[in-house]
């Protein structure tokens, strides 16, 4: 089972003027291979607070070998961005679906991973000062980025298509799953092994 990613939702900073205004900018939302968000455009003030809902594109990601696709390729994801005197903390939250083969079987799998992330960037600090965030980039949020290392973070030891996956046969190569089997004389033979490992290979 997949981990839940440790959360907590951020309490924004109180201003001198008591809770911050939550303000809505909505600004054009492109669909591009890399979602990025300009927080320049937010027009946001300290502790005033940016929420808006994007979908995010997530390249797909490559393990053992197999490919792992985000499905859809953009979910949406809530961010939230909150001003504070000297930067912006910065939240990522969404639910990705990730389909790909099954580690043990190769069947289809498909596993839904919370991703929940925060970031603080100060836009004072010094280039690759530790209080820069690594994902913004001249004021742009690299949502993308985030989201995929997110995705990696999240990701359980194995894949399968379901706990009690059996795989397959390492003699034959047969699904366990569609056929329940055994060699009795075979399994015991280390050529019989060797073969099934190339055959799992090709
Ligand atoms: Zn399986
Ligand atoms: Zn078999």
Not at 24 to 35: C, E, F, P, Y
Not at 56 to 66: I, K, M, N, S
Request: charged residues 30%; glycine residues 6%.
């Amino acid at each position: 089972m997949p981990r839940a990613a440790a959360w907590t939702r951020a309490t924004p900073p109180i201003g001198p003027g008591g809770p911050p205004t939550v303000e809505q900018v909505q600004t054009g939302a492109t669909l591009s291979s890399v979602t990025q968000l300009d927080l320049r455009t937010l027009r946001i003030r300290s502790g005033e607070q940016f929420r808006d809902t994007r979908q995010v594109h997530v390249d797909p990601l490559t393990l053992a070998g197999q490919r792992y696709v985000a499905v859809p390729r953009e979910p949406e994801a809530d961010v939230v961005v909150t001003r504070t005197r000297s930067g912006f903390v910065l939240e990522l939250s969404l639910d990705a679906r990730l389909h790909g083969p099954c580690f043990r079987c190769l069947d289809d799998a498909a596993l839904t991973l919370p991703l929940r992330g925060r970031e603080y960037h100060s836009s004072d600090a010094p280039e690759a000062d530790e209080l820069r965030s690594q994902y913004v980039s001249d004021d742009r949020l690299d949502l993308s980025a985030w989201a995929r290392d997110l995705l990696a973070l999240a990701l359980p030891d194995k894949i399968l298509c379901r706990d009690e996956c059996a795989g397959l046969c390492p003699v034959c190569g047969k699904s366990l799953n569609a056929e329940p089997h055994e060699h009795a004389e075979a399994g015991d033979d280390p050529r019989w092994e060797a073969l099934a490992e190339l055959r799992e290979r090709l």
